[in-house]
């Protein structure tokens, strides 16, 4: 009896320790990390294609209130309502952070105090960044306005309100490989499109469904998938569906306007805001990718 | 003979005009506005010759489609084959700001009477502008 208790105990412990291992954050390792000192110009590129705005400035912000980053709207969702938080450079943002610690933030969801952030927080789009592109946006965000005040924490449901468990989750969706795997002879434009749709433009954290775990479905990349915040549906933008060419799709992310000159709707007119910031060339390379990925019927 | 004419002409508009509710009214407006949008884009881009009498025609078609949208969204409207948000009914302040800005931005634009492709441009930008605010927080594509 005792050596059976003991045995358990045993299992258990294992168990545990097993578990605390396998949901710990994991760091990226030291010659993976992003170098400074980034360039704060080239870093705009970035903070545009990335959309970081759309979540971090306040609802409905125009023009440069899109810089002043203390946090924005909640994003509802079934497992919870998120908030983002203040990544403006002042002391309730940014401050005191280094490029390591922004770049495990980015590239591995785990913050300067070792937890997990919440996968609503795209870092499983932001692990394929490249390091130089890391350090030029963290060089940007230092270069905006402070804005003082953190925001009010989200609600989070049980089970998803144990951050812990979001490190097995991490072990099952957090990959930094390219998904669509491109033809060698692929033109540089649709790899450059590829880039910035499935790194920084984290496009199908929308336009993907998910799993019941909440991992994007890659056999259904840019597919289209239910609105995640519950009304209306995210188009498939894939060759499956979306009979645009490359040039008119570029001109949509330029303008707003579809070739049929419809406008964009929804949350895609605060996406559209930020990539008709980029250039016509990064424009046209999304173009270019879209066209070149896998249709989904 | 004349006569004839204008039993035909009654026969063709009254059913349609008798059975179109407030989703197909609106929606009849809206694809004007596309079409209009197409038709001054496409001067603007350089696909079509500057016409300075279709672009005054096209922004005095904006302000009376201004003017006549806000009329098709009575209450019970909001179901069927509409991609008209909920927040249209449940926010009226919002809603009403965003169609008087949208009267407001396109009585504006008319009165700029554009003689060239550059202050059509100016016009047509203040208009269509309206477009994505409004579909923003109002519309829900569905397709």
Not at chain 1, 18 to 27: D, E, G, I, S
Not at chain 2, 82 to 108: C, G, H, L, M, R
Not at chain 2, 129 to 137: I, Y
Request: hydrophobic residues 40%; charged residues 20%; proline residues 8%.
């Amino acid at each position: 009896m005792r050596r059976l208790l003991a045995g358990l105990f045993g299992l258990i412990l294992v168990g545990g320790v097993a578990a605390w291992a396998v949901t710990a954050p994991q760091p990226l390792p030291d010659d993976a990390l992003a170098q400074g000192p980034g360039d704060a110009t080239r870093g705009a590129r970035i903070f545009w294609a990335g959309g970081c705005a759309s979540c971090h400035a306040a609802k409905g912000a125009k023009g440069d209130d899109r810089l002043k980053l203390g946090g924005g709207a909640v994003l509802t969702t079934e497992f919870g309502d998120f908030q983002p938080p203040n990544i403006s450079p002042g002391r309730d943002g940014l401050a005191g952070w280094t490029l390591a610690e922004f770049d495990n933030a980015m590239r591995r969801g785990v913050s300067p105090d070792g937890r997990h952030y919440y996968p609503a927080f795209p870092y499983t789009s932001y692990a394929r960044m490249r390091p130089a592109d890391i350090a030029d946006l963290f060089a940007y965000l230092q270069s905006l306005p402070a804005v003082a005040g953190q925001p009010a924490a989200g609600k989070i449901a049980f089970p998803f309100n144990i951050r812990r468990g979001i490190g097995l989750w991490k072990r099952l969706y957090l990959d930094d490989a390219p998904v669509v795997a491109l033809p060698a002879g692929a033109p540089q434009a649709v790899r450059d499109g590829q880039y910035l749709v499935e790194g920084p433009g984290h496009c199908s954290e929308c336009h993907a469904p998910r799993d019941k775990f909440g991992g994007v479905d890659h056999a259904r990349w840019l597919g289209g998938a239910p609105d995640p915040e519950g009304r209306g549906k995210v188009p498939n933008i894939t060759p499956g569906k979306l009979r645009w060419s490359a040039a008119e799709i570029a001109d949509y992310l330029k303008t707003g306007f579809t070739p049929e000159y419809d406008s964009v709707g929804g949350s895609m007119v605060e996406v559209q805001a930020n990539m008709a910031q980029l250039t016509d060339a990064d424009r046209a390379a999304i173009g270019a990718y879209l066209k070149a990925v896998p249709a989904v019927e | 003979m004349r006569m004839l004419a204008a039993i035909l002409a009654t026969a063709i508009i009254l059913p349609a005009a008798a059975t179109a509710g407030p989703i197909e009214e609106r929606q009849a407006i809206m694809k004007g506005n596309g079409r209009d949008t197409k038709l001054g884009g496409d001067m603007l881009k350089g696909a079509t010759p500057f016409d300075a009498t279709t672009a005054n025609k096209i922004l005095a078609n904006y302000a009376a489609a201004a003017k006549a949208f806000p009329k098709h969204f009575p209450a019970g409207s909001n179901t069927g084959d509409t991609e008209a948000a909920p927040a249209i009914w449940s926010k009226p302040a919002e809603w009403n700001a965003a169609t008087a800005k949208f009267q407001k931005d396109t009585a504006a634009a008319m009165a700029m009477k554009p003689t060239n492709a550059a202050d059509f441009g100016k016009a047509f930008g203040m208009v269509t502008a309206n477009c994505k605010s409004c579909h923003e927080g109002f519309r829900i594509k569905k397709g």
